[in-house]
């Protein structure tokens, strides 16, 4: 009898593997290169939830045909993966619709290029709807994209959350807020490593943007560089951020904050606030504007070489609002040009 039980035990046991492997070959589905696109969008719209889509190298998925006037692929209403090779795997917009919607459902993008979408509302390469929607983005390249709207390469909307791993947001812009990408109220973002550059906002934040007092913003490892705006250049922070062990450089705004534009709570810990510029008359913050009400904490980081230029322009390191806070703790607070703090 106990020979008996022991090889139904195996047989059971074997009929349940042959399940579990059936199950999770359905759950991967390897694409092909597909220059329209189509095979990407088809696996999309016909994919179980869980399911990983792995697309090949040495390959641009063009979306010759977008799924609709606001999306170039399907709406994501349920958890994915989709999964290149690297920076050779490409999801090319076509100048059209926004790529990748998350819209009740769950995101995770890795090793692959987003690039040249071109949304009439917001998010010009990945639009987050809102509350319960989740997105991750590791070794991730969003380059190139714009929006009418608000977050020229990502839009992260209202109640979401995002994980941005070793990801580049590089050369997107928008006339309105967040170049690189734009935060909601509500909403939960953590970015480490990698790199916002060279992304353009025709109002504020021309990097990144957090609006709303009830999101928070961690970033650790981060090259914030280049970017540039009307009014914050680098970083805008309404809600609550922390940014530790980066590097904010080179970035520009023509009216305050070339660096950071801080309106709520700024907590930052050995970071290099360097080589900023807000320029034009009356221009204000070069490394750092803060706000009435607003608390920027600095800890064993440097503020230095940022400018101030124009008639009237001051705050070559910091602009201090009356009624703001500015607490310098073991930090490097010099070669600001024409001062290093105003209002301190």
């Not at 928008?174 to 990408?181: A, K, Q, R, S, V």
Request: with cysteine; glycine share 18%; net charge negative.
């Amino acid at each position: 009898m106990r020979a008996q039980r022991i090889v139904l035990a195996a047989a059971a046991l074997a009929v349940l593997l042959l399940s579990t492997a059936s199950t999770a070959e359905a759950s991967s589905i390897t694409l092909p290169c597909d220059p329209t696109g189509v095979n990407l969008q088809d696996a999309m719209s016909t994919a179980p939830s869980h399911a990983t889509i792995k697309l090949a190298a040495n390959c641009t998925y063009t979306i010759a045909t977008p799924e609709s006037a606001s999306n170039g692929l399907p709406v994501v209403d349920k958890m994915l993966t989709v999964t290149g090779k690297g920076s050779s795997t490409v999801i090319d917009g076509n100048n059209g619709p926004t790529p990748f919607v998350v819209d009740g459902g769950i995101l995770t993008l890795n090793k692959l290029k987003v690039e040249n979408g071109n949304a009439a509302g917001n998010g010009g390469g990945i639009l987050v709807s809102g509350a319960g929607d989740r997105l991750t983005l590791n070794n991730v390249t969003v380059d190139g994209n714009s929006a009418a709207g608000y977050g020229g390469g990502i839009y992260l909307g209202d109640g979401s959350v995002a994980v941005l791993k070793s990801t580049v947001v590089s050369n997107n812009s928008t006339p309105n807020d967040g170049g690189g990408i734009e935060i909601e109220d509500h909403t939960n973002v953590s970015i480490k490593g990698g790199q916002v550059v060279g992304n353009d906002s025709g109002n504020t934040a021309g990097g990144i943007g957090l609006f709303g007092g009830s999101g928070t913003l961690k970033i650790a490892g981060l090259l914030d560089h280049g970017n540039t705006a009307f009014i914050a250049g680098g970083l805008r922070v309404n809600g609550q951020a922390t940014v530790t062990k980066s590097v904010i450089t080179g970035n520009t705004a023509s009216s305050a904050g070339g660096g950071i534009l801080n309106l709520e709570d700024l907590t930052v810990t050995k970071t290099d606030l360097d080589g900023n510029t807000v320029s034009g008359t009356n221009a204000q913050g070069g490394g750092l504007w803060n706000e009435d009400g607003a608390t920027a904490t600095f800890t064993k980081s440097k503020i230095t070489g940022n400018q101030a230029i124009g008639t009237g322009a001051t705050g070559g390191g910091i602009y201090n609002h009356t009624g703001g806070a500015v607490h310098l703790k073991s930090t490097q607070l010099s070669a600001n040009t024409p001062n290093d703090c105003f209002g301190c």
